[in-house]
């Protein structure tokens, strides 16, 4: 084929606006190209990357000189390059329209501003947010789920949460019945999945009666073994936590950890992966999630971003590598990549907080995430008095939704764009604003290791279909 009729000014243009779509990426035996908007990995021989690379460059002489041999060589390379773009590009994000049920995802409610412990890393100040140690109280809780039932067709999940939620478990009894008796009586309603956080300090037959009752998952928190346990979370915590998960293993109730990695785990020689191993070995959970600690980057506790990277990566490549073995470990951020490339579904929002998760406080009041929790500045409104103050709700909502939707100039030509999450609550406590972007250089940096280290496991058909079967 003549493959030089072809570049007229239209197609030339096509292919600028395709090209904008495609990353290249390159470690030192291997060359891809990613197709940043269907999410698809190709690799490349070096003279197809080098000629790609140009391209990306501007250099348009190549297409007619006979550099462009990697296209007479594989006409799907041309077809790519050529191929009609489907829309405007490049696009922010694929954004689906609107459902037609008000569904809110996640409504956390702190039905406890106390707490037992005084962790060091604590953003919630020893649990009470800087306010009065308090529990809320039945009305509280009732007149919340009133407002929430009035405002949302449904609600996915409610996540009791803290301070320690199970220093008031029979608030958990009262929202959970409460809610029961009102699903029973409307047809039109599901009853939520209930979910619950703690420090796993506190259990009790009580306890143990309404998670299994209300078939509610429990999130403990554990940062790792006794010794790093103690230390950041107080003398004697571990033993109670893992008595605590001896207890929901013999109950067979659902539950999961979720570990802080702090500077401490750092100046102990213990790496992310390190703790993924221990926690499988320990408690037999292959799915783990690790988050850095919030707290500013000045703290004691922070850890440098090149650090950070360095542990995700690592991180990343043990879980890829286990894949094959039953002894398999998954970090949370791989599990979310994995699922993004394979089941080709983008994520939406960098971060749910204001659009689908919302949290309200021992007073009633609401805020977009418990990381916000008692902050003047994003008061929402109040579910007692009834009140959402829907000026700040919409201001808010905007500065959310460029945050979160990704629409920014330079998330519109970030390569990451589709599958890119973050946490804006980190982002705010680290930075103390809501539109610097702490993460961005270290989730491209991960990702790019991501994907330069997973075409190994998506090549075997059977690994595949293992992670169809794991996280689907
Ligand atoms: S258990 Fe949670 S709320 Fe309590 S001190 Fe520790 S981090 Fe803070
Ligand atoms: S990594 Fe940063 S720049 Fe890239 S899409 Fe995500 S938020 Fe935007």
Known sequence: MAVNKLWNPLTISIIKKNLTKFHLLQDQQNYFLF??????LLQLDPLTYAFFG??????????????????????????????EPSSESPSPINIPAPATKNVLERLIIHISNSCNLKCRYCYAQQGNYGQANSLMQPETACQIIDFFDKKYDHIQNIQFFGGEPLLN?????????????????NPHKDLPRFSLVTNGTIISAEILHLLKKYQIHVTVSIDGNLAITDYLRGKGT????MGTIKTLTTHQLSFSIEATYTRHHLEQKISLANLMDYFYENLGLHQQHIPFVAVPLTDSLAIPEEI????????????????????????????????????????????????????????????PCFMFNENPAFLLGNAVTNDLANSKLSRFSNQLREVNTKKTTECQHCFARQFCFGCIGNDYITTGNLTERPHCHYFKQISEFFLLNCHKILADPLTVARIYQLLA
């Open 54 to 83: 140009e391209l990306k460059n501007g250099n348009f002489d190549i297409l007619t000189r006979s550099a462009s041999a990697p296209l007479h060589a594989d006409p799907s390379l041309l077809k790519l390059l050529t191929a």
């Open 238 to 241: 571990y033993h109670k936590i």
């Open 308 to 367: 950070r990277i360095a542990l995700s990566q690592e991180a990343i490549g043990h879980s890829l590598n286990s894949l094959k073995s039953k002894r398999y470990v998954m970090d949370s951020t791989t599990q979310r990549l994995l699922k993004a490339l394979i089941f080709k579904k983008p994520t939406l929002l960098y971060c749910s907080a204001g659009a689908a998760t919302l949290c309200v406080s021992c007073q009633g009041d609401i805020y």
């Open 35 to 40: 197709d940043t908007e269907n999410l698809s």
């Open 169 to 185: 478990p029979s608030l958990i009894s009262t929202i959970c019945h409460y809610l029961e008796a009102k699903t029973a009586a």
